[in-house]
């Protein structure tokens, strides 16, 4: 079965430095993968997602995914306080239909 | 603007009663999904459905039961309420399957 494990389970980082996210998987058939962000008492929201091996930036968030090392990252240059937040990482399972297995999270708090 | 609704936001059940969570969207989408959150635990998928009246099993589906009576709506039934299915209920839905669109979320305890 499909695992996804996601570290470090926290992080603390300055205001305006570069922010690491990663994740794993165990199984390199999932086509899709992505990143969502969830404050405190809201919902998650999707921020980026990728098909294939490579890199992806919009803005301030690179995505990186290699599926021979069934790895995948984020990366969140210049963080902000308002980027603290909990980072779910998903990976797409095809069964009977299609979801999403998401990791355990990444509670990200950034420090002025 | 898209949407996916759900009621009530949160509910307080006792032991062995029966609680039904509602999902309402407005996006059009094919997909729906029930998941649960609990600290240290993620998003974790109870049930999904992408056709009106056909319902899947998710990751962790005993002790719940979903119903999809139209492609706007999806309920999840716990008939039996217990202790360890106090938990957030996030409702979400989809294009394919693509990244979903979660609601507000549904805050459960049961006593």
């Given at each position: 079965?499909?695992?996804?494990?996601?570290?470090?389970?926290?992080?603390?980082?300055?205001?305006?430095?570069?922010?690491?996210?990663?994740?794993?998987?165990?199984?390199?058939?999932?086509?899709?993968?992505?990143?969502?962000?969830?404050?405190?008492?809201?919902?998650?929201?999707?921020?980026?997602?990728?098909?294939?091996?490579?890199?992806?930036?919009?803005?301030?968030?690179?995505?990186?995914?290699?599926?021979?090392?069934?790895?995948?990252?984020?990366?969140?240059?210049?963080?902000?306080?308002?980027?603290?937040?909990?980072?779910?990482?998903?990976?797409?399972?095809?069964?009977?239909?299609?979801?999403?297995?998401?990791?355990?999270?990444?509670?990200?708090?950034?420090?002025? | 603007?898209?949407?996916?609704?759900?009621?009530?936001?949160?509910?307080?059940?006792?032991?062995?009663?029966?609680?039904t969570l509602s999902c309402?969207?407005?996006?059009?989408?094919?997909?729906?999904?029930w998941?649960?959150?609990?600290?240290?635990?993620?998003?974790?998928?109870?049930?999904?459905?992408?056709?009106?009246?056909?319902?899947?099993?998710?990751?962790?589906?005993?002790?719940?039961k979903a119903s999809r009576p139209?492609?706007?709506n999806f309920s999840l039934i716990?008939?039996?309420?217990?202790?360890?299915?106090?938990?957030?209920?996030?409702c979400?839905?989809?294009?394919?399957?693509?990244?979903?669109?979660?609601?507000?979320?549904?805050?459960?305890?049961?006593?």
């Amino acid at each position: 079965q499909q695992k996804v494990q996601q570290s470090p389970e926290s992080l603390i980082v300055p205001e305006g430095a570069m922010t690491s996210l990663n994740c794993t998987f165990s199984d390199s058939a999932s086509q899709y993968f992505a990143w969502y962000r969830q404050h405190s008492g809201k919902a998650p929201k999707a921020l980026m997602s990728i098909f294939s091996n490579g890199e992806k930036e919009e803005g301030r968030f690179t995505i990186h995914l290699n599926k021979a090392s069934l790895h995948f990252s984020l990366h969140i240059r210049d963080s902000q306080p308002s980027d603290s937040a909990l980072y779910l990482c998903a990976v797409s399972i095809t069964n009977s239909g299609t979801y999403q297995r998401f990791g355990t999270g990444t509670k990200l708090q950034v420090v002025p | 603007e898209a949407a996916v609704t759900q009621s009530p936001r949160s509910k307080v059940a006792v032991t062995g009663g029966k609680v039904t969570l509602s999902c309402h969207q407005t996006n059009n989408h094919d997909y729906m999904y029930w998941y649960r959150q609990d600290t240290g635990h993620g998003l974790r998928l109870i049930h999904y459905s992408y056709v009106a009246d056909s319902t899947e099993k998710g990751d962790i589906p005993d002790g719940y039961k979903a119903s999809r009576p139209s492609q706007e709506n999806f309920s999840l039934i716990l008939e039996l309420a217990s202790l360890s299915q106090t938990a957030v209920y996030f409702c979400a839905s989809s294009e394919g399957g693509q990244a979903p669109l979660f609601g507000e979320g549904t805050r459960l305890s049961v006593l």
